[in-house]
Structures are given as structure tokens and as C-alpha cells.
């Protein structure tokens, strides 16, 4: 062993970053581009990074009989990192390791090294045993807790073991340009792992390890990453062409992408967000769909925009800032960044985005609010308010709009609700109201 290799290197580095409060899709987009790794070593270091980040409380409990006082967070880092490798990868052997976690922690801590070696010796045959819910899946006891009172303890089981798993990536088809079945051909001529989807006919299911960025499906603008369940917004929406449509709080733009895709690029879309880099992202995204000039962009709070702008749309579309709960298997990092009491203050600013959605939209419109929340604040209790307060708007049942009979069985009261791993899709709220 000559040193930790490139990918734990630059796992190390990852994590450093997001201790320090930085995203873990910027952290790992940072240090790939600074790393200049080889596909192999990207995938095997983002593997890493998300593996300690999902399963960061088991680790430290399997950590924590060995430990004699404080450790320095980076060697606390490694040491995840390692047990990480033996607990849940199986194509590097311990003994390897262990020599790549004492090697590195030389490096970046020397009087550490020691221990280091000492307690991944001893560690493998240690693991813990008979963990509580929130230990063993790594979530927060309060949304344990929370979710147990909801749906009781096996329902919670396998939303947490689903929000612990490798999500599937969804691509979205531009069938602008071309067909599922020419770009699912072109994958596998690429080796990637694809199927098409069964629920959503623009999707493509892949799996295994690559990098999108490579594939000329992806270059050429043929295709966009969105999970299926954040594809049936657009078709809750049912775009038309001619229309005037505001994606109100449109982020990198994957919705108002769909929205031009599902119309021919023939509505008249504008893209709203509060976030210079978003939008510029955005707009990035649009050009690499062929979509550059077909979208009005505006860095605003929705909120002042909606006030300049009444009953001027035929469709608004608000996919709301939420917790995240429903997609911690992708934003790994989030669960340890939320309270309970976050979700009282999504709710107000979530009430404010739908009245100003409500207000955008002309008499006879449709407005769309998604989250990908299941929470009861962030949905279910948002729309009773706004809907008290606004006796002329109706609540329409999404069921007609959906893509597939199967999704008939995740109507609840006209809403779509999706929990996480439901069909295989990330969790996902949807209503529908007409102005």
C-alpha cells in the first residue's frame, strides 16, 4: 500500500467541506473538479461520501466502545470512512483498508495514527447489535419518533432503509429530439445499466457507475436527470402551447425544461427564482435542451413578482421550498440540518408562495403546488389555509392527469402522495387548483 489512492483522498476533502456547512452536491462537484480523477476513483469517492453520510450515526455507534475522549473531526472522518468500506462494500479487502485509513491519517494527523490502526484491527468483529430505529438508520430521533406516529414502525422501517439505499437515477427523455428507445439503445452502447420506465413515458431508469457528464446523451441535450415523481408535476400541470406559464420558484430549471418539452417549445414560460446562481444554472440547463431563448428569466422574490403581475397567467406552476423530507436518500446531508420546528416556518413562507401563486394566475387558471415533502405542515395543512382564505379557487383531483392507472392508488383526497420508495420514486406531494 503506497498511500489512500486518489478517491479517499478526495472523500476526506468532501467531507471537510460539508462539516463546513457546504452542500454535498456542490462539495463533490468542487473537489471533482479540482481532483482530476480517473471515472473509477469519482465513483468510488462519491460512493464513499454519501455511504458515511447515510450511515453516520450507525458508524459512530460501531465508533463509539473504542473511543477514550474527544477525537479531531477529520480523524473522526476517516475512521468513517473505513468502517463505512468494511460494513457495506465488499470488493476491498479489510486488511487494505486499513492500511489506505492509517496511511492517510498520517498525512493530516500523525500522533492519531496509532489509535487509527488499533481500533479498524479490532473493529470488524464489533459491530453494534440491537441498535434503536434512529441509531440504525442514522436519522434524527425526532423524525423517527414523528414518522412512527404516522405510519407505525414497519411502515417507518422502510422508509428509512429506503432513505439509506443507493437512489435509482430517473433520466427525462427530451422527446423533442428523440425517442426513449434511441437513447436507451445509445446507454447501453455507452455500458450504462438502463430500462425504461413502466409509469412515466419520458423516463429512463439507470443504475450502476457512471458519469453523466460523459454520456453524449446528456451533452447533446437528449436527456435531463428528474426522478419520475418530480415528472408527474409538469403533467399535473398539463401545459398547452400559446400559454403563458410561470415556473415560480424554478431553481435549476428541471420543471420549466419539462414544461417546454411536454408544449413543442411553443409557451410562453417565464422562470422566477430568488437565486442569481440558480438561474444562471438554470439557463445553463435551457441551452443545453435547445431552450436558450424560449424562457423569460427573472431573479425575484416570487412573492414582490406576484404582486406586479395579477391574473396574468394561464398556469402557475410552484414547487415549493420544503424540507426535503421526502428525498433524504439524495440530500444525504439534510436529515442533520432539519428540527421539528423547521416545518412551522416552511408553512408560513409556503402559504405567502401559494396566495402569490393564486394571485398570478387569470380567473379560470390553473395553479400546481408540489412538494417533496409528505409532511402534513408543508401539504395537506398549506392548502386547507390558503384554500379558507380564497373561497373562489377549487381544488381539482390530479387522478385525470397522471400518466398511469397505477398512481390511482396514491390519490388521497385529490392529491398525488408519494412516500419515499412508493413505485421506486423519490417521496413527492402534488395538488391541483383552478382559479
Not at 428509512?160 to 435509482?168: A, G
Not at 400559454?243 to 417546454?260: C, N, P, S, Y
Request: proline content about 6%; glycine content about 6%.
Amino acid at each position: 500500500m503506497t498511500g489512500p489512492g486518489p478517491a479517499r483522498i478526495e472523500a476526506l476533502n468532501v467531507l471537510t467541506l460539508i462539516r463546513g456547512g457546504e452542500p454535498v452536491g456542490e462539495a463533490l462537484a468542487q473537489r471533482t473538479r479540482l481532483g482530476q480523477l480517473s471515472p473509477a476513483d469519482r465513483s468510488l469517492m462519491t460512493q464513499i461520501v454519501y455511504g458515511v453520510l447515510r450511515n453516520q450515526r450507525y458508524l459512530d455507534a460501531w465508533l463509539a466502545p473504542f473511543l477514550r475522549g474527544e477525537l479531531e473531526p477529520v480523524v473522526r472522518d476517516i475512521l468513517r470512512m473505513a468502517l463505512f468500506q468494511m460494513g457495506f462494500l465488499d470488493r476491498v479487502p479489510a486488511y487494505a483498508i486499513v492500511d489506505a485509513a492509517v496511511e492517510q491519517t498520517k498525512s493530516v494527523s500523525p500522533r492519531a495514527t496509532g489509535m487509527v490502526n488499533a481500533i479498524l484491527r479490532r473493529a470488524p468483529t464489533k459491530k453494534p447489535q440491537n441498535l434503536p430505529l434512529a441509531v440504525e438508520f442514522s436519522h434524527p430521533d425526532w423524525l423517527v419518533h414523528r414518522w412512527q406516529n404516522r405510519f407505525g414502525t414497519e411502515k417507518t422501517r422502510r422508509i428509512l432503509m429506503v432513505n439509506n439505499e443507493v437512489p435509482p437515477l430517473s433520466l427525462r427523455v427530451n422527446v423533442l429530439k428523440t425517442s426513449r428507445e434511441a437513447v436507451l439503445e445509445e446507454l447501453h452502447q455507452e455500458g450504462v445499466r438502463a430500462e425504461l420506465s413502466r409509469y412515466v413515458p419520458e423516463a429512463i431508469r439507470v443504475s450502476g457507475s457512471f458519469w453523466l457528464e460523459d454520456l453524449p446523451a446528456f451533452q447533446s441535450g437528449l436527456i435531463t436527470v428528474q426522478d419520475e415523481s418530480s415528472m408527474l408535476v409538469t403533467w399535473v400541470l398539463d401545459p398547452q402551447a400559446d400559454e403563458r406559464i410561470v415556473d415560480l420558484t424554478a431553481g435549476l430549471g428541471g420543471k420549466t425544461g419539462h414544461i417546454l418539452e411536454r408544449t413543442q417549445g411553443q409557451a410562453k414560460v417565464t422562470a422566477v427564482d430568488l437565486s442569481r446562481t440558480r438561474l444562471k444554472l438554470l439557463q445553463e440547463n435551457l441551452t443545453r435542451l435547445g431552450f436558450s431563448h424560449h424562457v423569460t428569466v427573472m431573479e425575484m422574490d416570487a412573492r414582490y413578482f406576484a404582486a406586479n403581475n395579477i391574473h396574468v397567467f394561464d398556469r402557475v406552476l410552484l414547487d415549493a421550498p420544503c424540507s426535503n423530507l421526502g428525498v433524504l436518500r439524495r440530500r444525504s446531508d439534510a436529515r442533520w440540518k432539519k428540527q421539528e420546528n423547521d416545518l412551522q416556518e416552511h408553512q408560513n413562507l409556503q402559504q405567502e408562495l401559494l396566495t402569490a401563486a393564486i394571485t398570478l394566475a387569470k380567473p379560470g387558471g390553473v395553479v400546481v403546488y408540489s412538494t417533496c415533502s409528505v409532511e402534513p405542515e408543508e401539504t395537506i395543512m398549506v392548502l386547507d389555509q390558503v384554500l379558507a382564505t380564497h373561497p373562489a379557487v377549487h381544488h381539482e383531483n390530479v387522478r385525470e392527469y397522471l400518466p398511469d392507472p397505477i398512481f390511482e392508488e396514491f390519490v388521497v383526497d385529490g392529491n398525488l402522495i408519494l412516500l419515499p420508495g412508493d413505485l421506486g420514486m423519490d417521496g413527492f406531494f402534488i395538488a391541483r387548483l383552478r382559479t
